[in-house]
């Protein structure tokens, strides 16, 4: 997989019969549908696009130009992260990712919206650091509270059970940005041990799932790219090493 960014003016690569995501390394709805096709072990080309230079082509197969997008068959896609994973969900069942019971998909849909609030919170402090007020902070921490509420009660490894669904991909992208607030000075947005305990054990059991290992990324890499986009130039490519090449050795002096 490479970690470059595609932007206007670049081809767009062949198409091999795989799935396809179109993505951006940094954002956490892409690495929503990332996980899915991780769960299922499906086979999948990976595309990230520069989103401030984005390739017109993009366009194609996501009408607004958001990632991630997936590219089901050749030239044709869907997009939006939910809807993708809905999507994936029905038409690879194995394993199935939500639960069979309506009143328990209507549940997870419900933590979903009621945890936006400490997304967009997080965003606030993240990003646009100057419009933080009290309340941004109030609000990330009902989320998270609401968030441990629903551990505590299903009293499971995690939200789906004994094994990650749906719901719990569908968090796990902004947890895991939520972690490097405070590595960007902003101590009153920290996950606390003493407050969080339920909290911090459901983060460390989905660190450890394989589909999110295989993709996640420490919190100071989040705040690093974190940093490059407040200062207005977001290092899409910070991963990628595909330039960095070896030097000759220098020939010895006879
Ligand atoms: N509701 C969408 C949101 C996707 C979204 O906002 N993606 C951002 C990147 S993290 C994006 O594509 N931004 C580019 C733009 O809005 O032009 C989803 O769940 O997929």
New binding site residues.
């Given amino acids: 997989m490479s970690e470059k960014h595609l932007k206007s003016g670049d081809a767009l690569p062949p198409f091999t019969g795989k799935l396809r995501l179109f993505a ?1 390394r940094f ?4 690495e929503r549908s990332v996980l899915v096709l991780n769960a299922k072990k499906l086979e999948y080309d990976l595309i990230f696009i520069d ?1 401030d230079n984005k390739p017109e082509w993009i366009y194609s197969f996501s009408p ?5 997008a997936l590219e089901y068959e050749e030239g044709k896609a869907i ?4 809807v993708i994973n809905v999507y994936l969900d029905e038409k690879y069942p194995e394993p199935p990712l939500q639960s069979s019971d309506p009143l328990r998909r209507a549940q997870d849909k419900l933590i979903v919206e009621l945890f936006a609030a400490a997304q967009s919170a997080y965003y606030t402090a993240a990003f646009n650091a100057q419009a933080l007020t009290p309340t941004t902070a109030e609000n990330y921490h009902k989320g998270l509270e609401l968030l441990q509420k629903e551990i505590e009660a299903r009293n499971t490894t995690y939200l789906s059970g004994d094994q990650p669904g749906l719901v719990d991909y569908t968090l796990w992208p902004f947890l895991e940005r939520f972690l490097a607030l405070p590595l960007l000075g902003k101590s009153e947005f920290t996950i606390e041990q003493d407050k969080y305990g339920a909290l911090l054990k459901y983060i460390e059991a989905m660190k450890n799932v394989a589909a999110v290992k295989a993709y996640s990324l420490a919190p100071d890499t989040h705040a690093k790219f974190t940093e490059s986009r407040v200062k207005g130039n977001p290092d899409y490519n910070m991963l990628d090493t595909s330039n960095v090449c070896c030097m000759r050795p220098r020939k010895k002096k006879e």
Avoid: E, I, Q
């Fill in positions: 951006m954002c956490p709805y892409a989103l607004k130009g958001t990632v991630p997009f939006d992260s939910n």
